[in-house]
């Protein structure tokens, strides 16, 4: 196991700034996610990492040892991809042993190393079969041997799920959950969904146009996100965020649009009061569905009306239109509302965020 570390990394292709100045660190032992969308460059720090790509500027060190300029098979890491990479004419067990019998290890520990590996993963039975013999969840079970054999001190893995169906992906993240728990290796796991960042992740670092916009643990990010980014891209449905702006109002605040405004009180909300003072102007209100309920038409909140009922069986998904917005509110299935119905937004402060002009949360401390 070694610890990880990234110093201000950046790849550029032509114009494009695939990674931008991204520094993280990841303890050794740790699981971490890679979290975004495509083409935010959470692959590319895996390529860079591996040695497949050069880094434009910025340090990679495994273990308190820089590797920019070491040679990738130097480099004591594993890497699974999302396709596999297995080879086609060679059996299950030639496909495992590959690295090792590249790396001239003597025959028997090659064996032992082989078996101990197909046992760990349950395809004992799978050694003497090519890959065009194995099913979806099998090769990549291959693949994880072959990248356990080499005994790494990290492991670099790039969407391996994304092949497999809905069951088994499920299955298969439990089983990639206790292997790391078991072997305890620094592992880096890219995927661009959200339920495999939750699940696996020790933290997520969440990725946006090849720059960092939040690290933290799961439900740090997922309740406290730090941009309007992360808030849209953590849940399903995502965070509401609506318009409008932050008012001072006698020496306290209020978040105001179209006629009418909802107190901020900093205390309840977490927000220290001088940043909120200089954050008066346009804003962003954020609240997640579950943390919204609907009041009458007379109540205090956000004026707006059903525009649609999604029943989805444990809950009942509630759009309401608030003029050129449409708030989705999670509300337990027997709830007695229609289509049409005039409502009231009513926010949990405690649960409210406010996004200041430049997309930040003003909840979270600036670095």
Known sequence: MAEVVLRRLTKVFGD?????????????SEFLVLLGPSGCGKSTILRLLSGLEDATSGEMAIGGEVVNFKDPTERNLAMVFQNYALYPHMTVAKNVAF?????????????????????????????????????????????????????????LMDEPLSNLDAQLRLQTRMELIALHERLGITTIYVTHDQVEAMTMGRRIAVMQSGRLQQVGPPVEVYNTPATTFVATFMGAPPMNLVQGEVRSDNGGWQFARDGYSLPIDPGVMGIDPARLAESVGSAT???????????????????????????????????????????????????????????????????????????????????
């Open 16 to 28: 494009v700034r695939a990674v931008d100045d991204v520094s993280l660190q990841i303890p050794e």
């Open 99 to 155: 690295p090792l019998e590249t790396a001239k290890v003597p025959k028997a520990q090659v064996k032992a190393s082989v078996d101990k590996a197909a046992k760990m993963l349950e395809i004992e039975t799978l050694l003497n079969r090519l890959p065009e013999q194995l099913s979806g969840g099998q090769r990549q079970r291959v693949a994880l041997a072959r990248a356990i054999v080499r005994e790494p001190e990290v492991f």
């Open 285 to 367: 209100l954020g609240v997640r569905p579950e943390h919204l309920t609907l009041g009458s038409p007379e109540a205090e909140g956000i004026p707006g009306v059903v525009h649609f009922l999604e029943p989805v069986g444990s809950d009942l998904y509630v759009a309401v239109d608030v003029g050129d917005r449409t708030v989705q509110v999670r509300m337990p299935p027997e709830a007695a509302v229609s289509q049409g119905d005039n409502v009231r937004l009513v926010f949990d402060p405690a649960q409210s965020h406010i996004f200041g002009s430049h997309h930040r949360n003003l909840r979270v401390p600036v670095a």
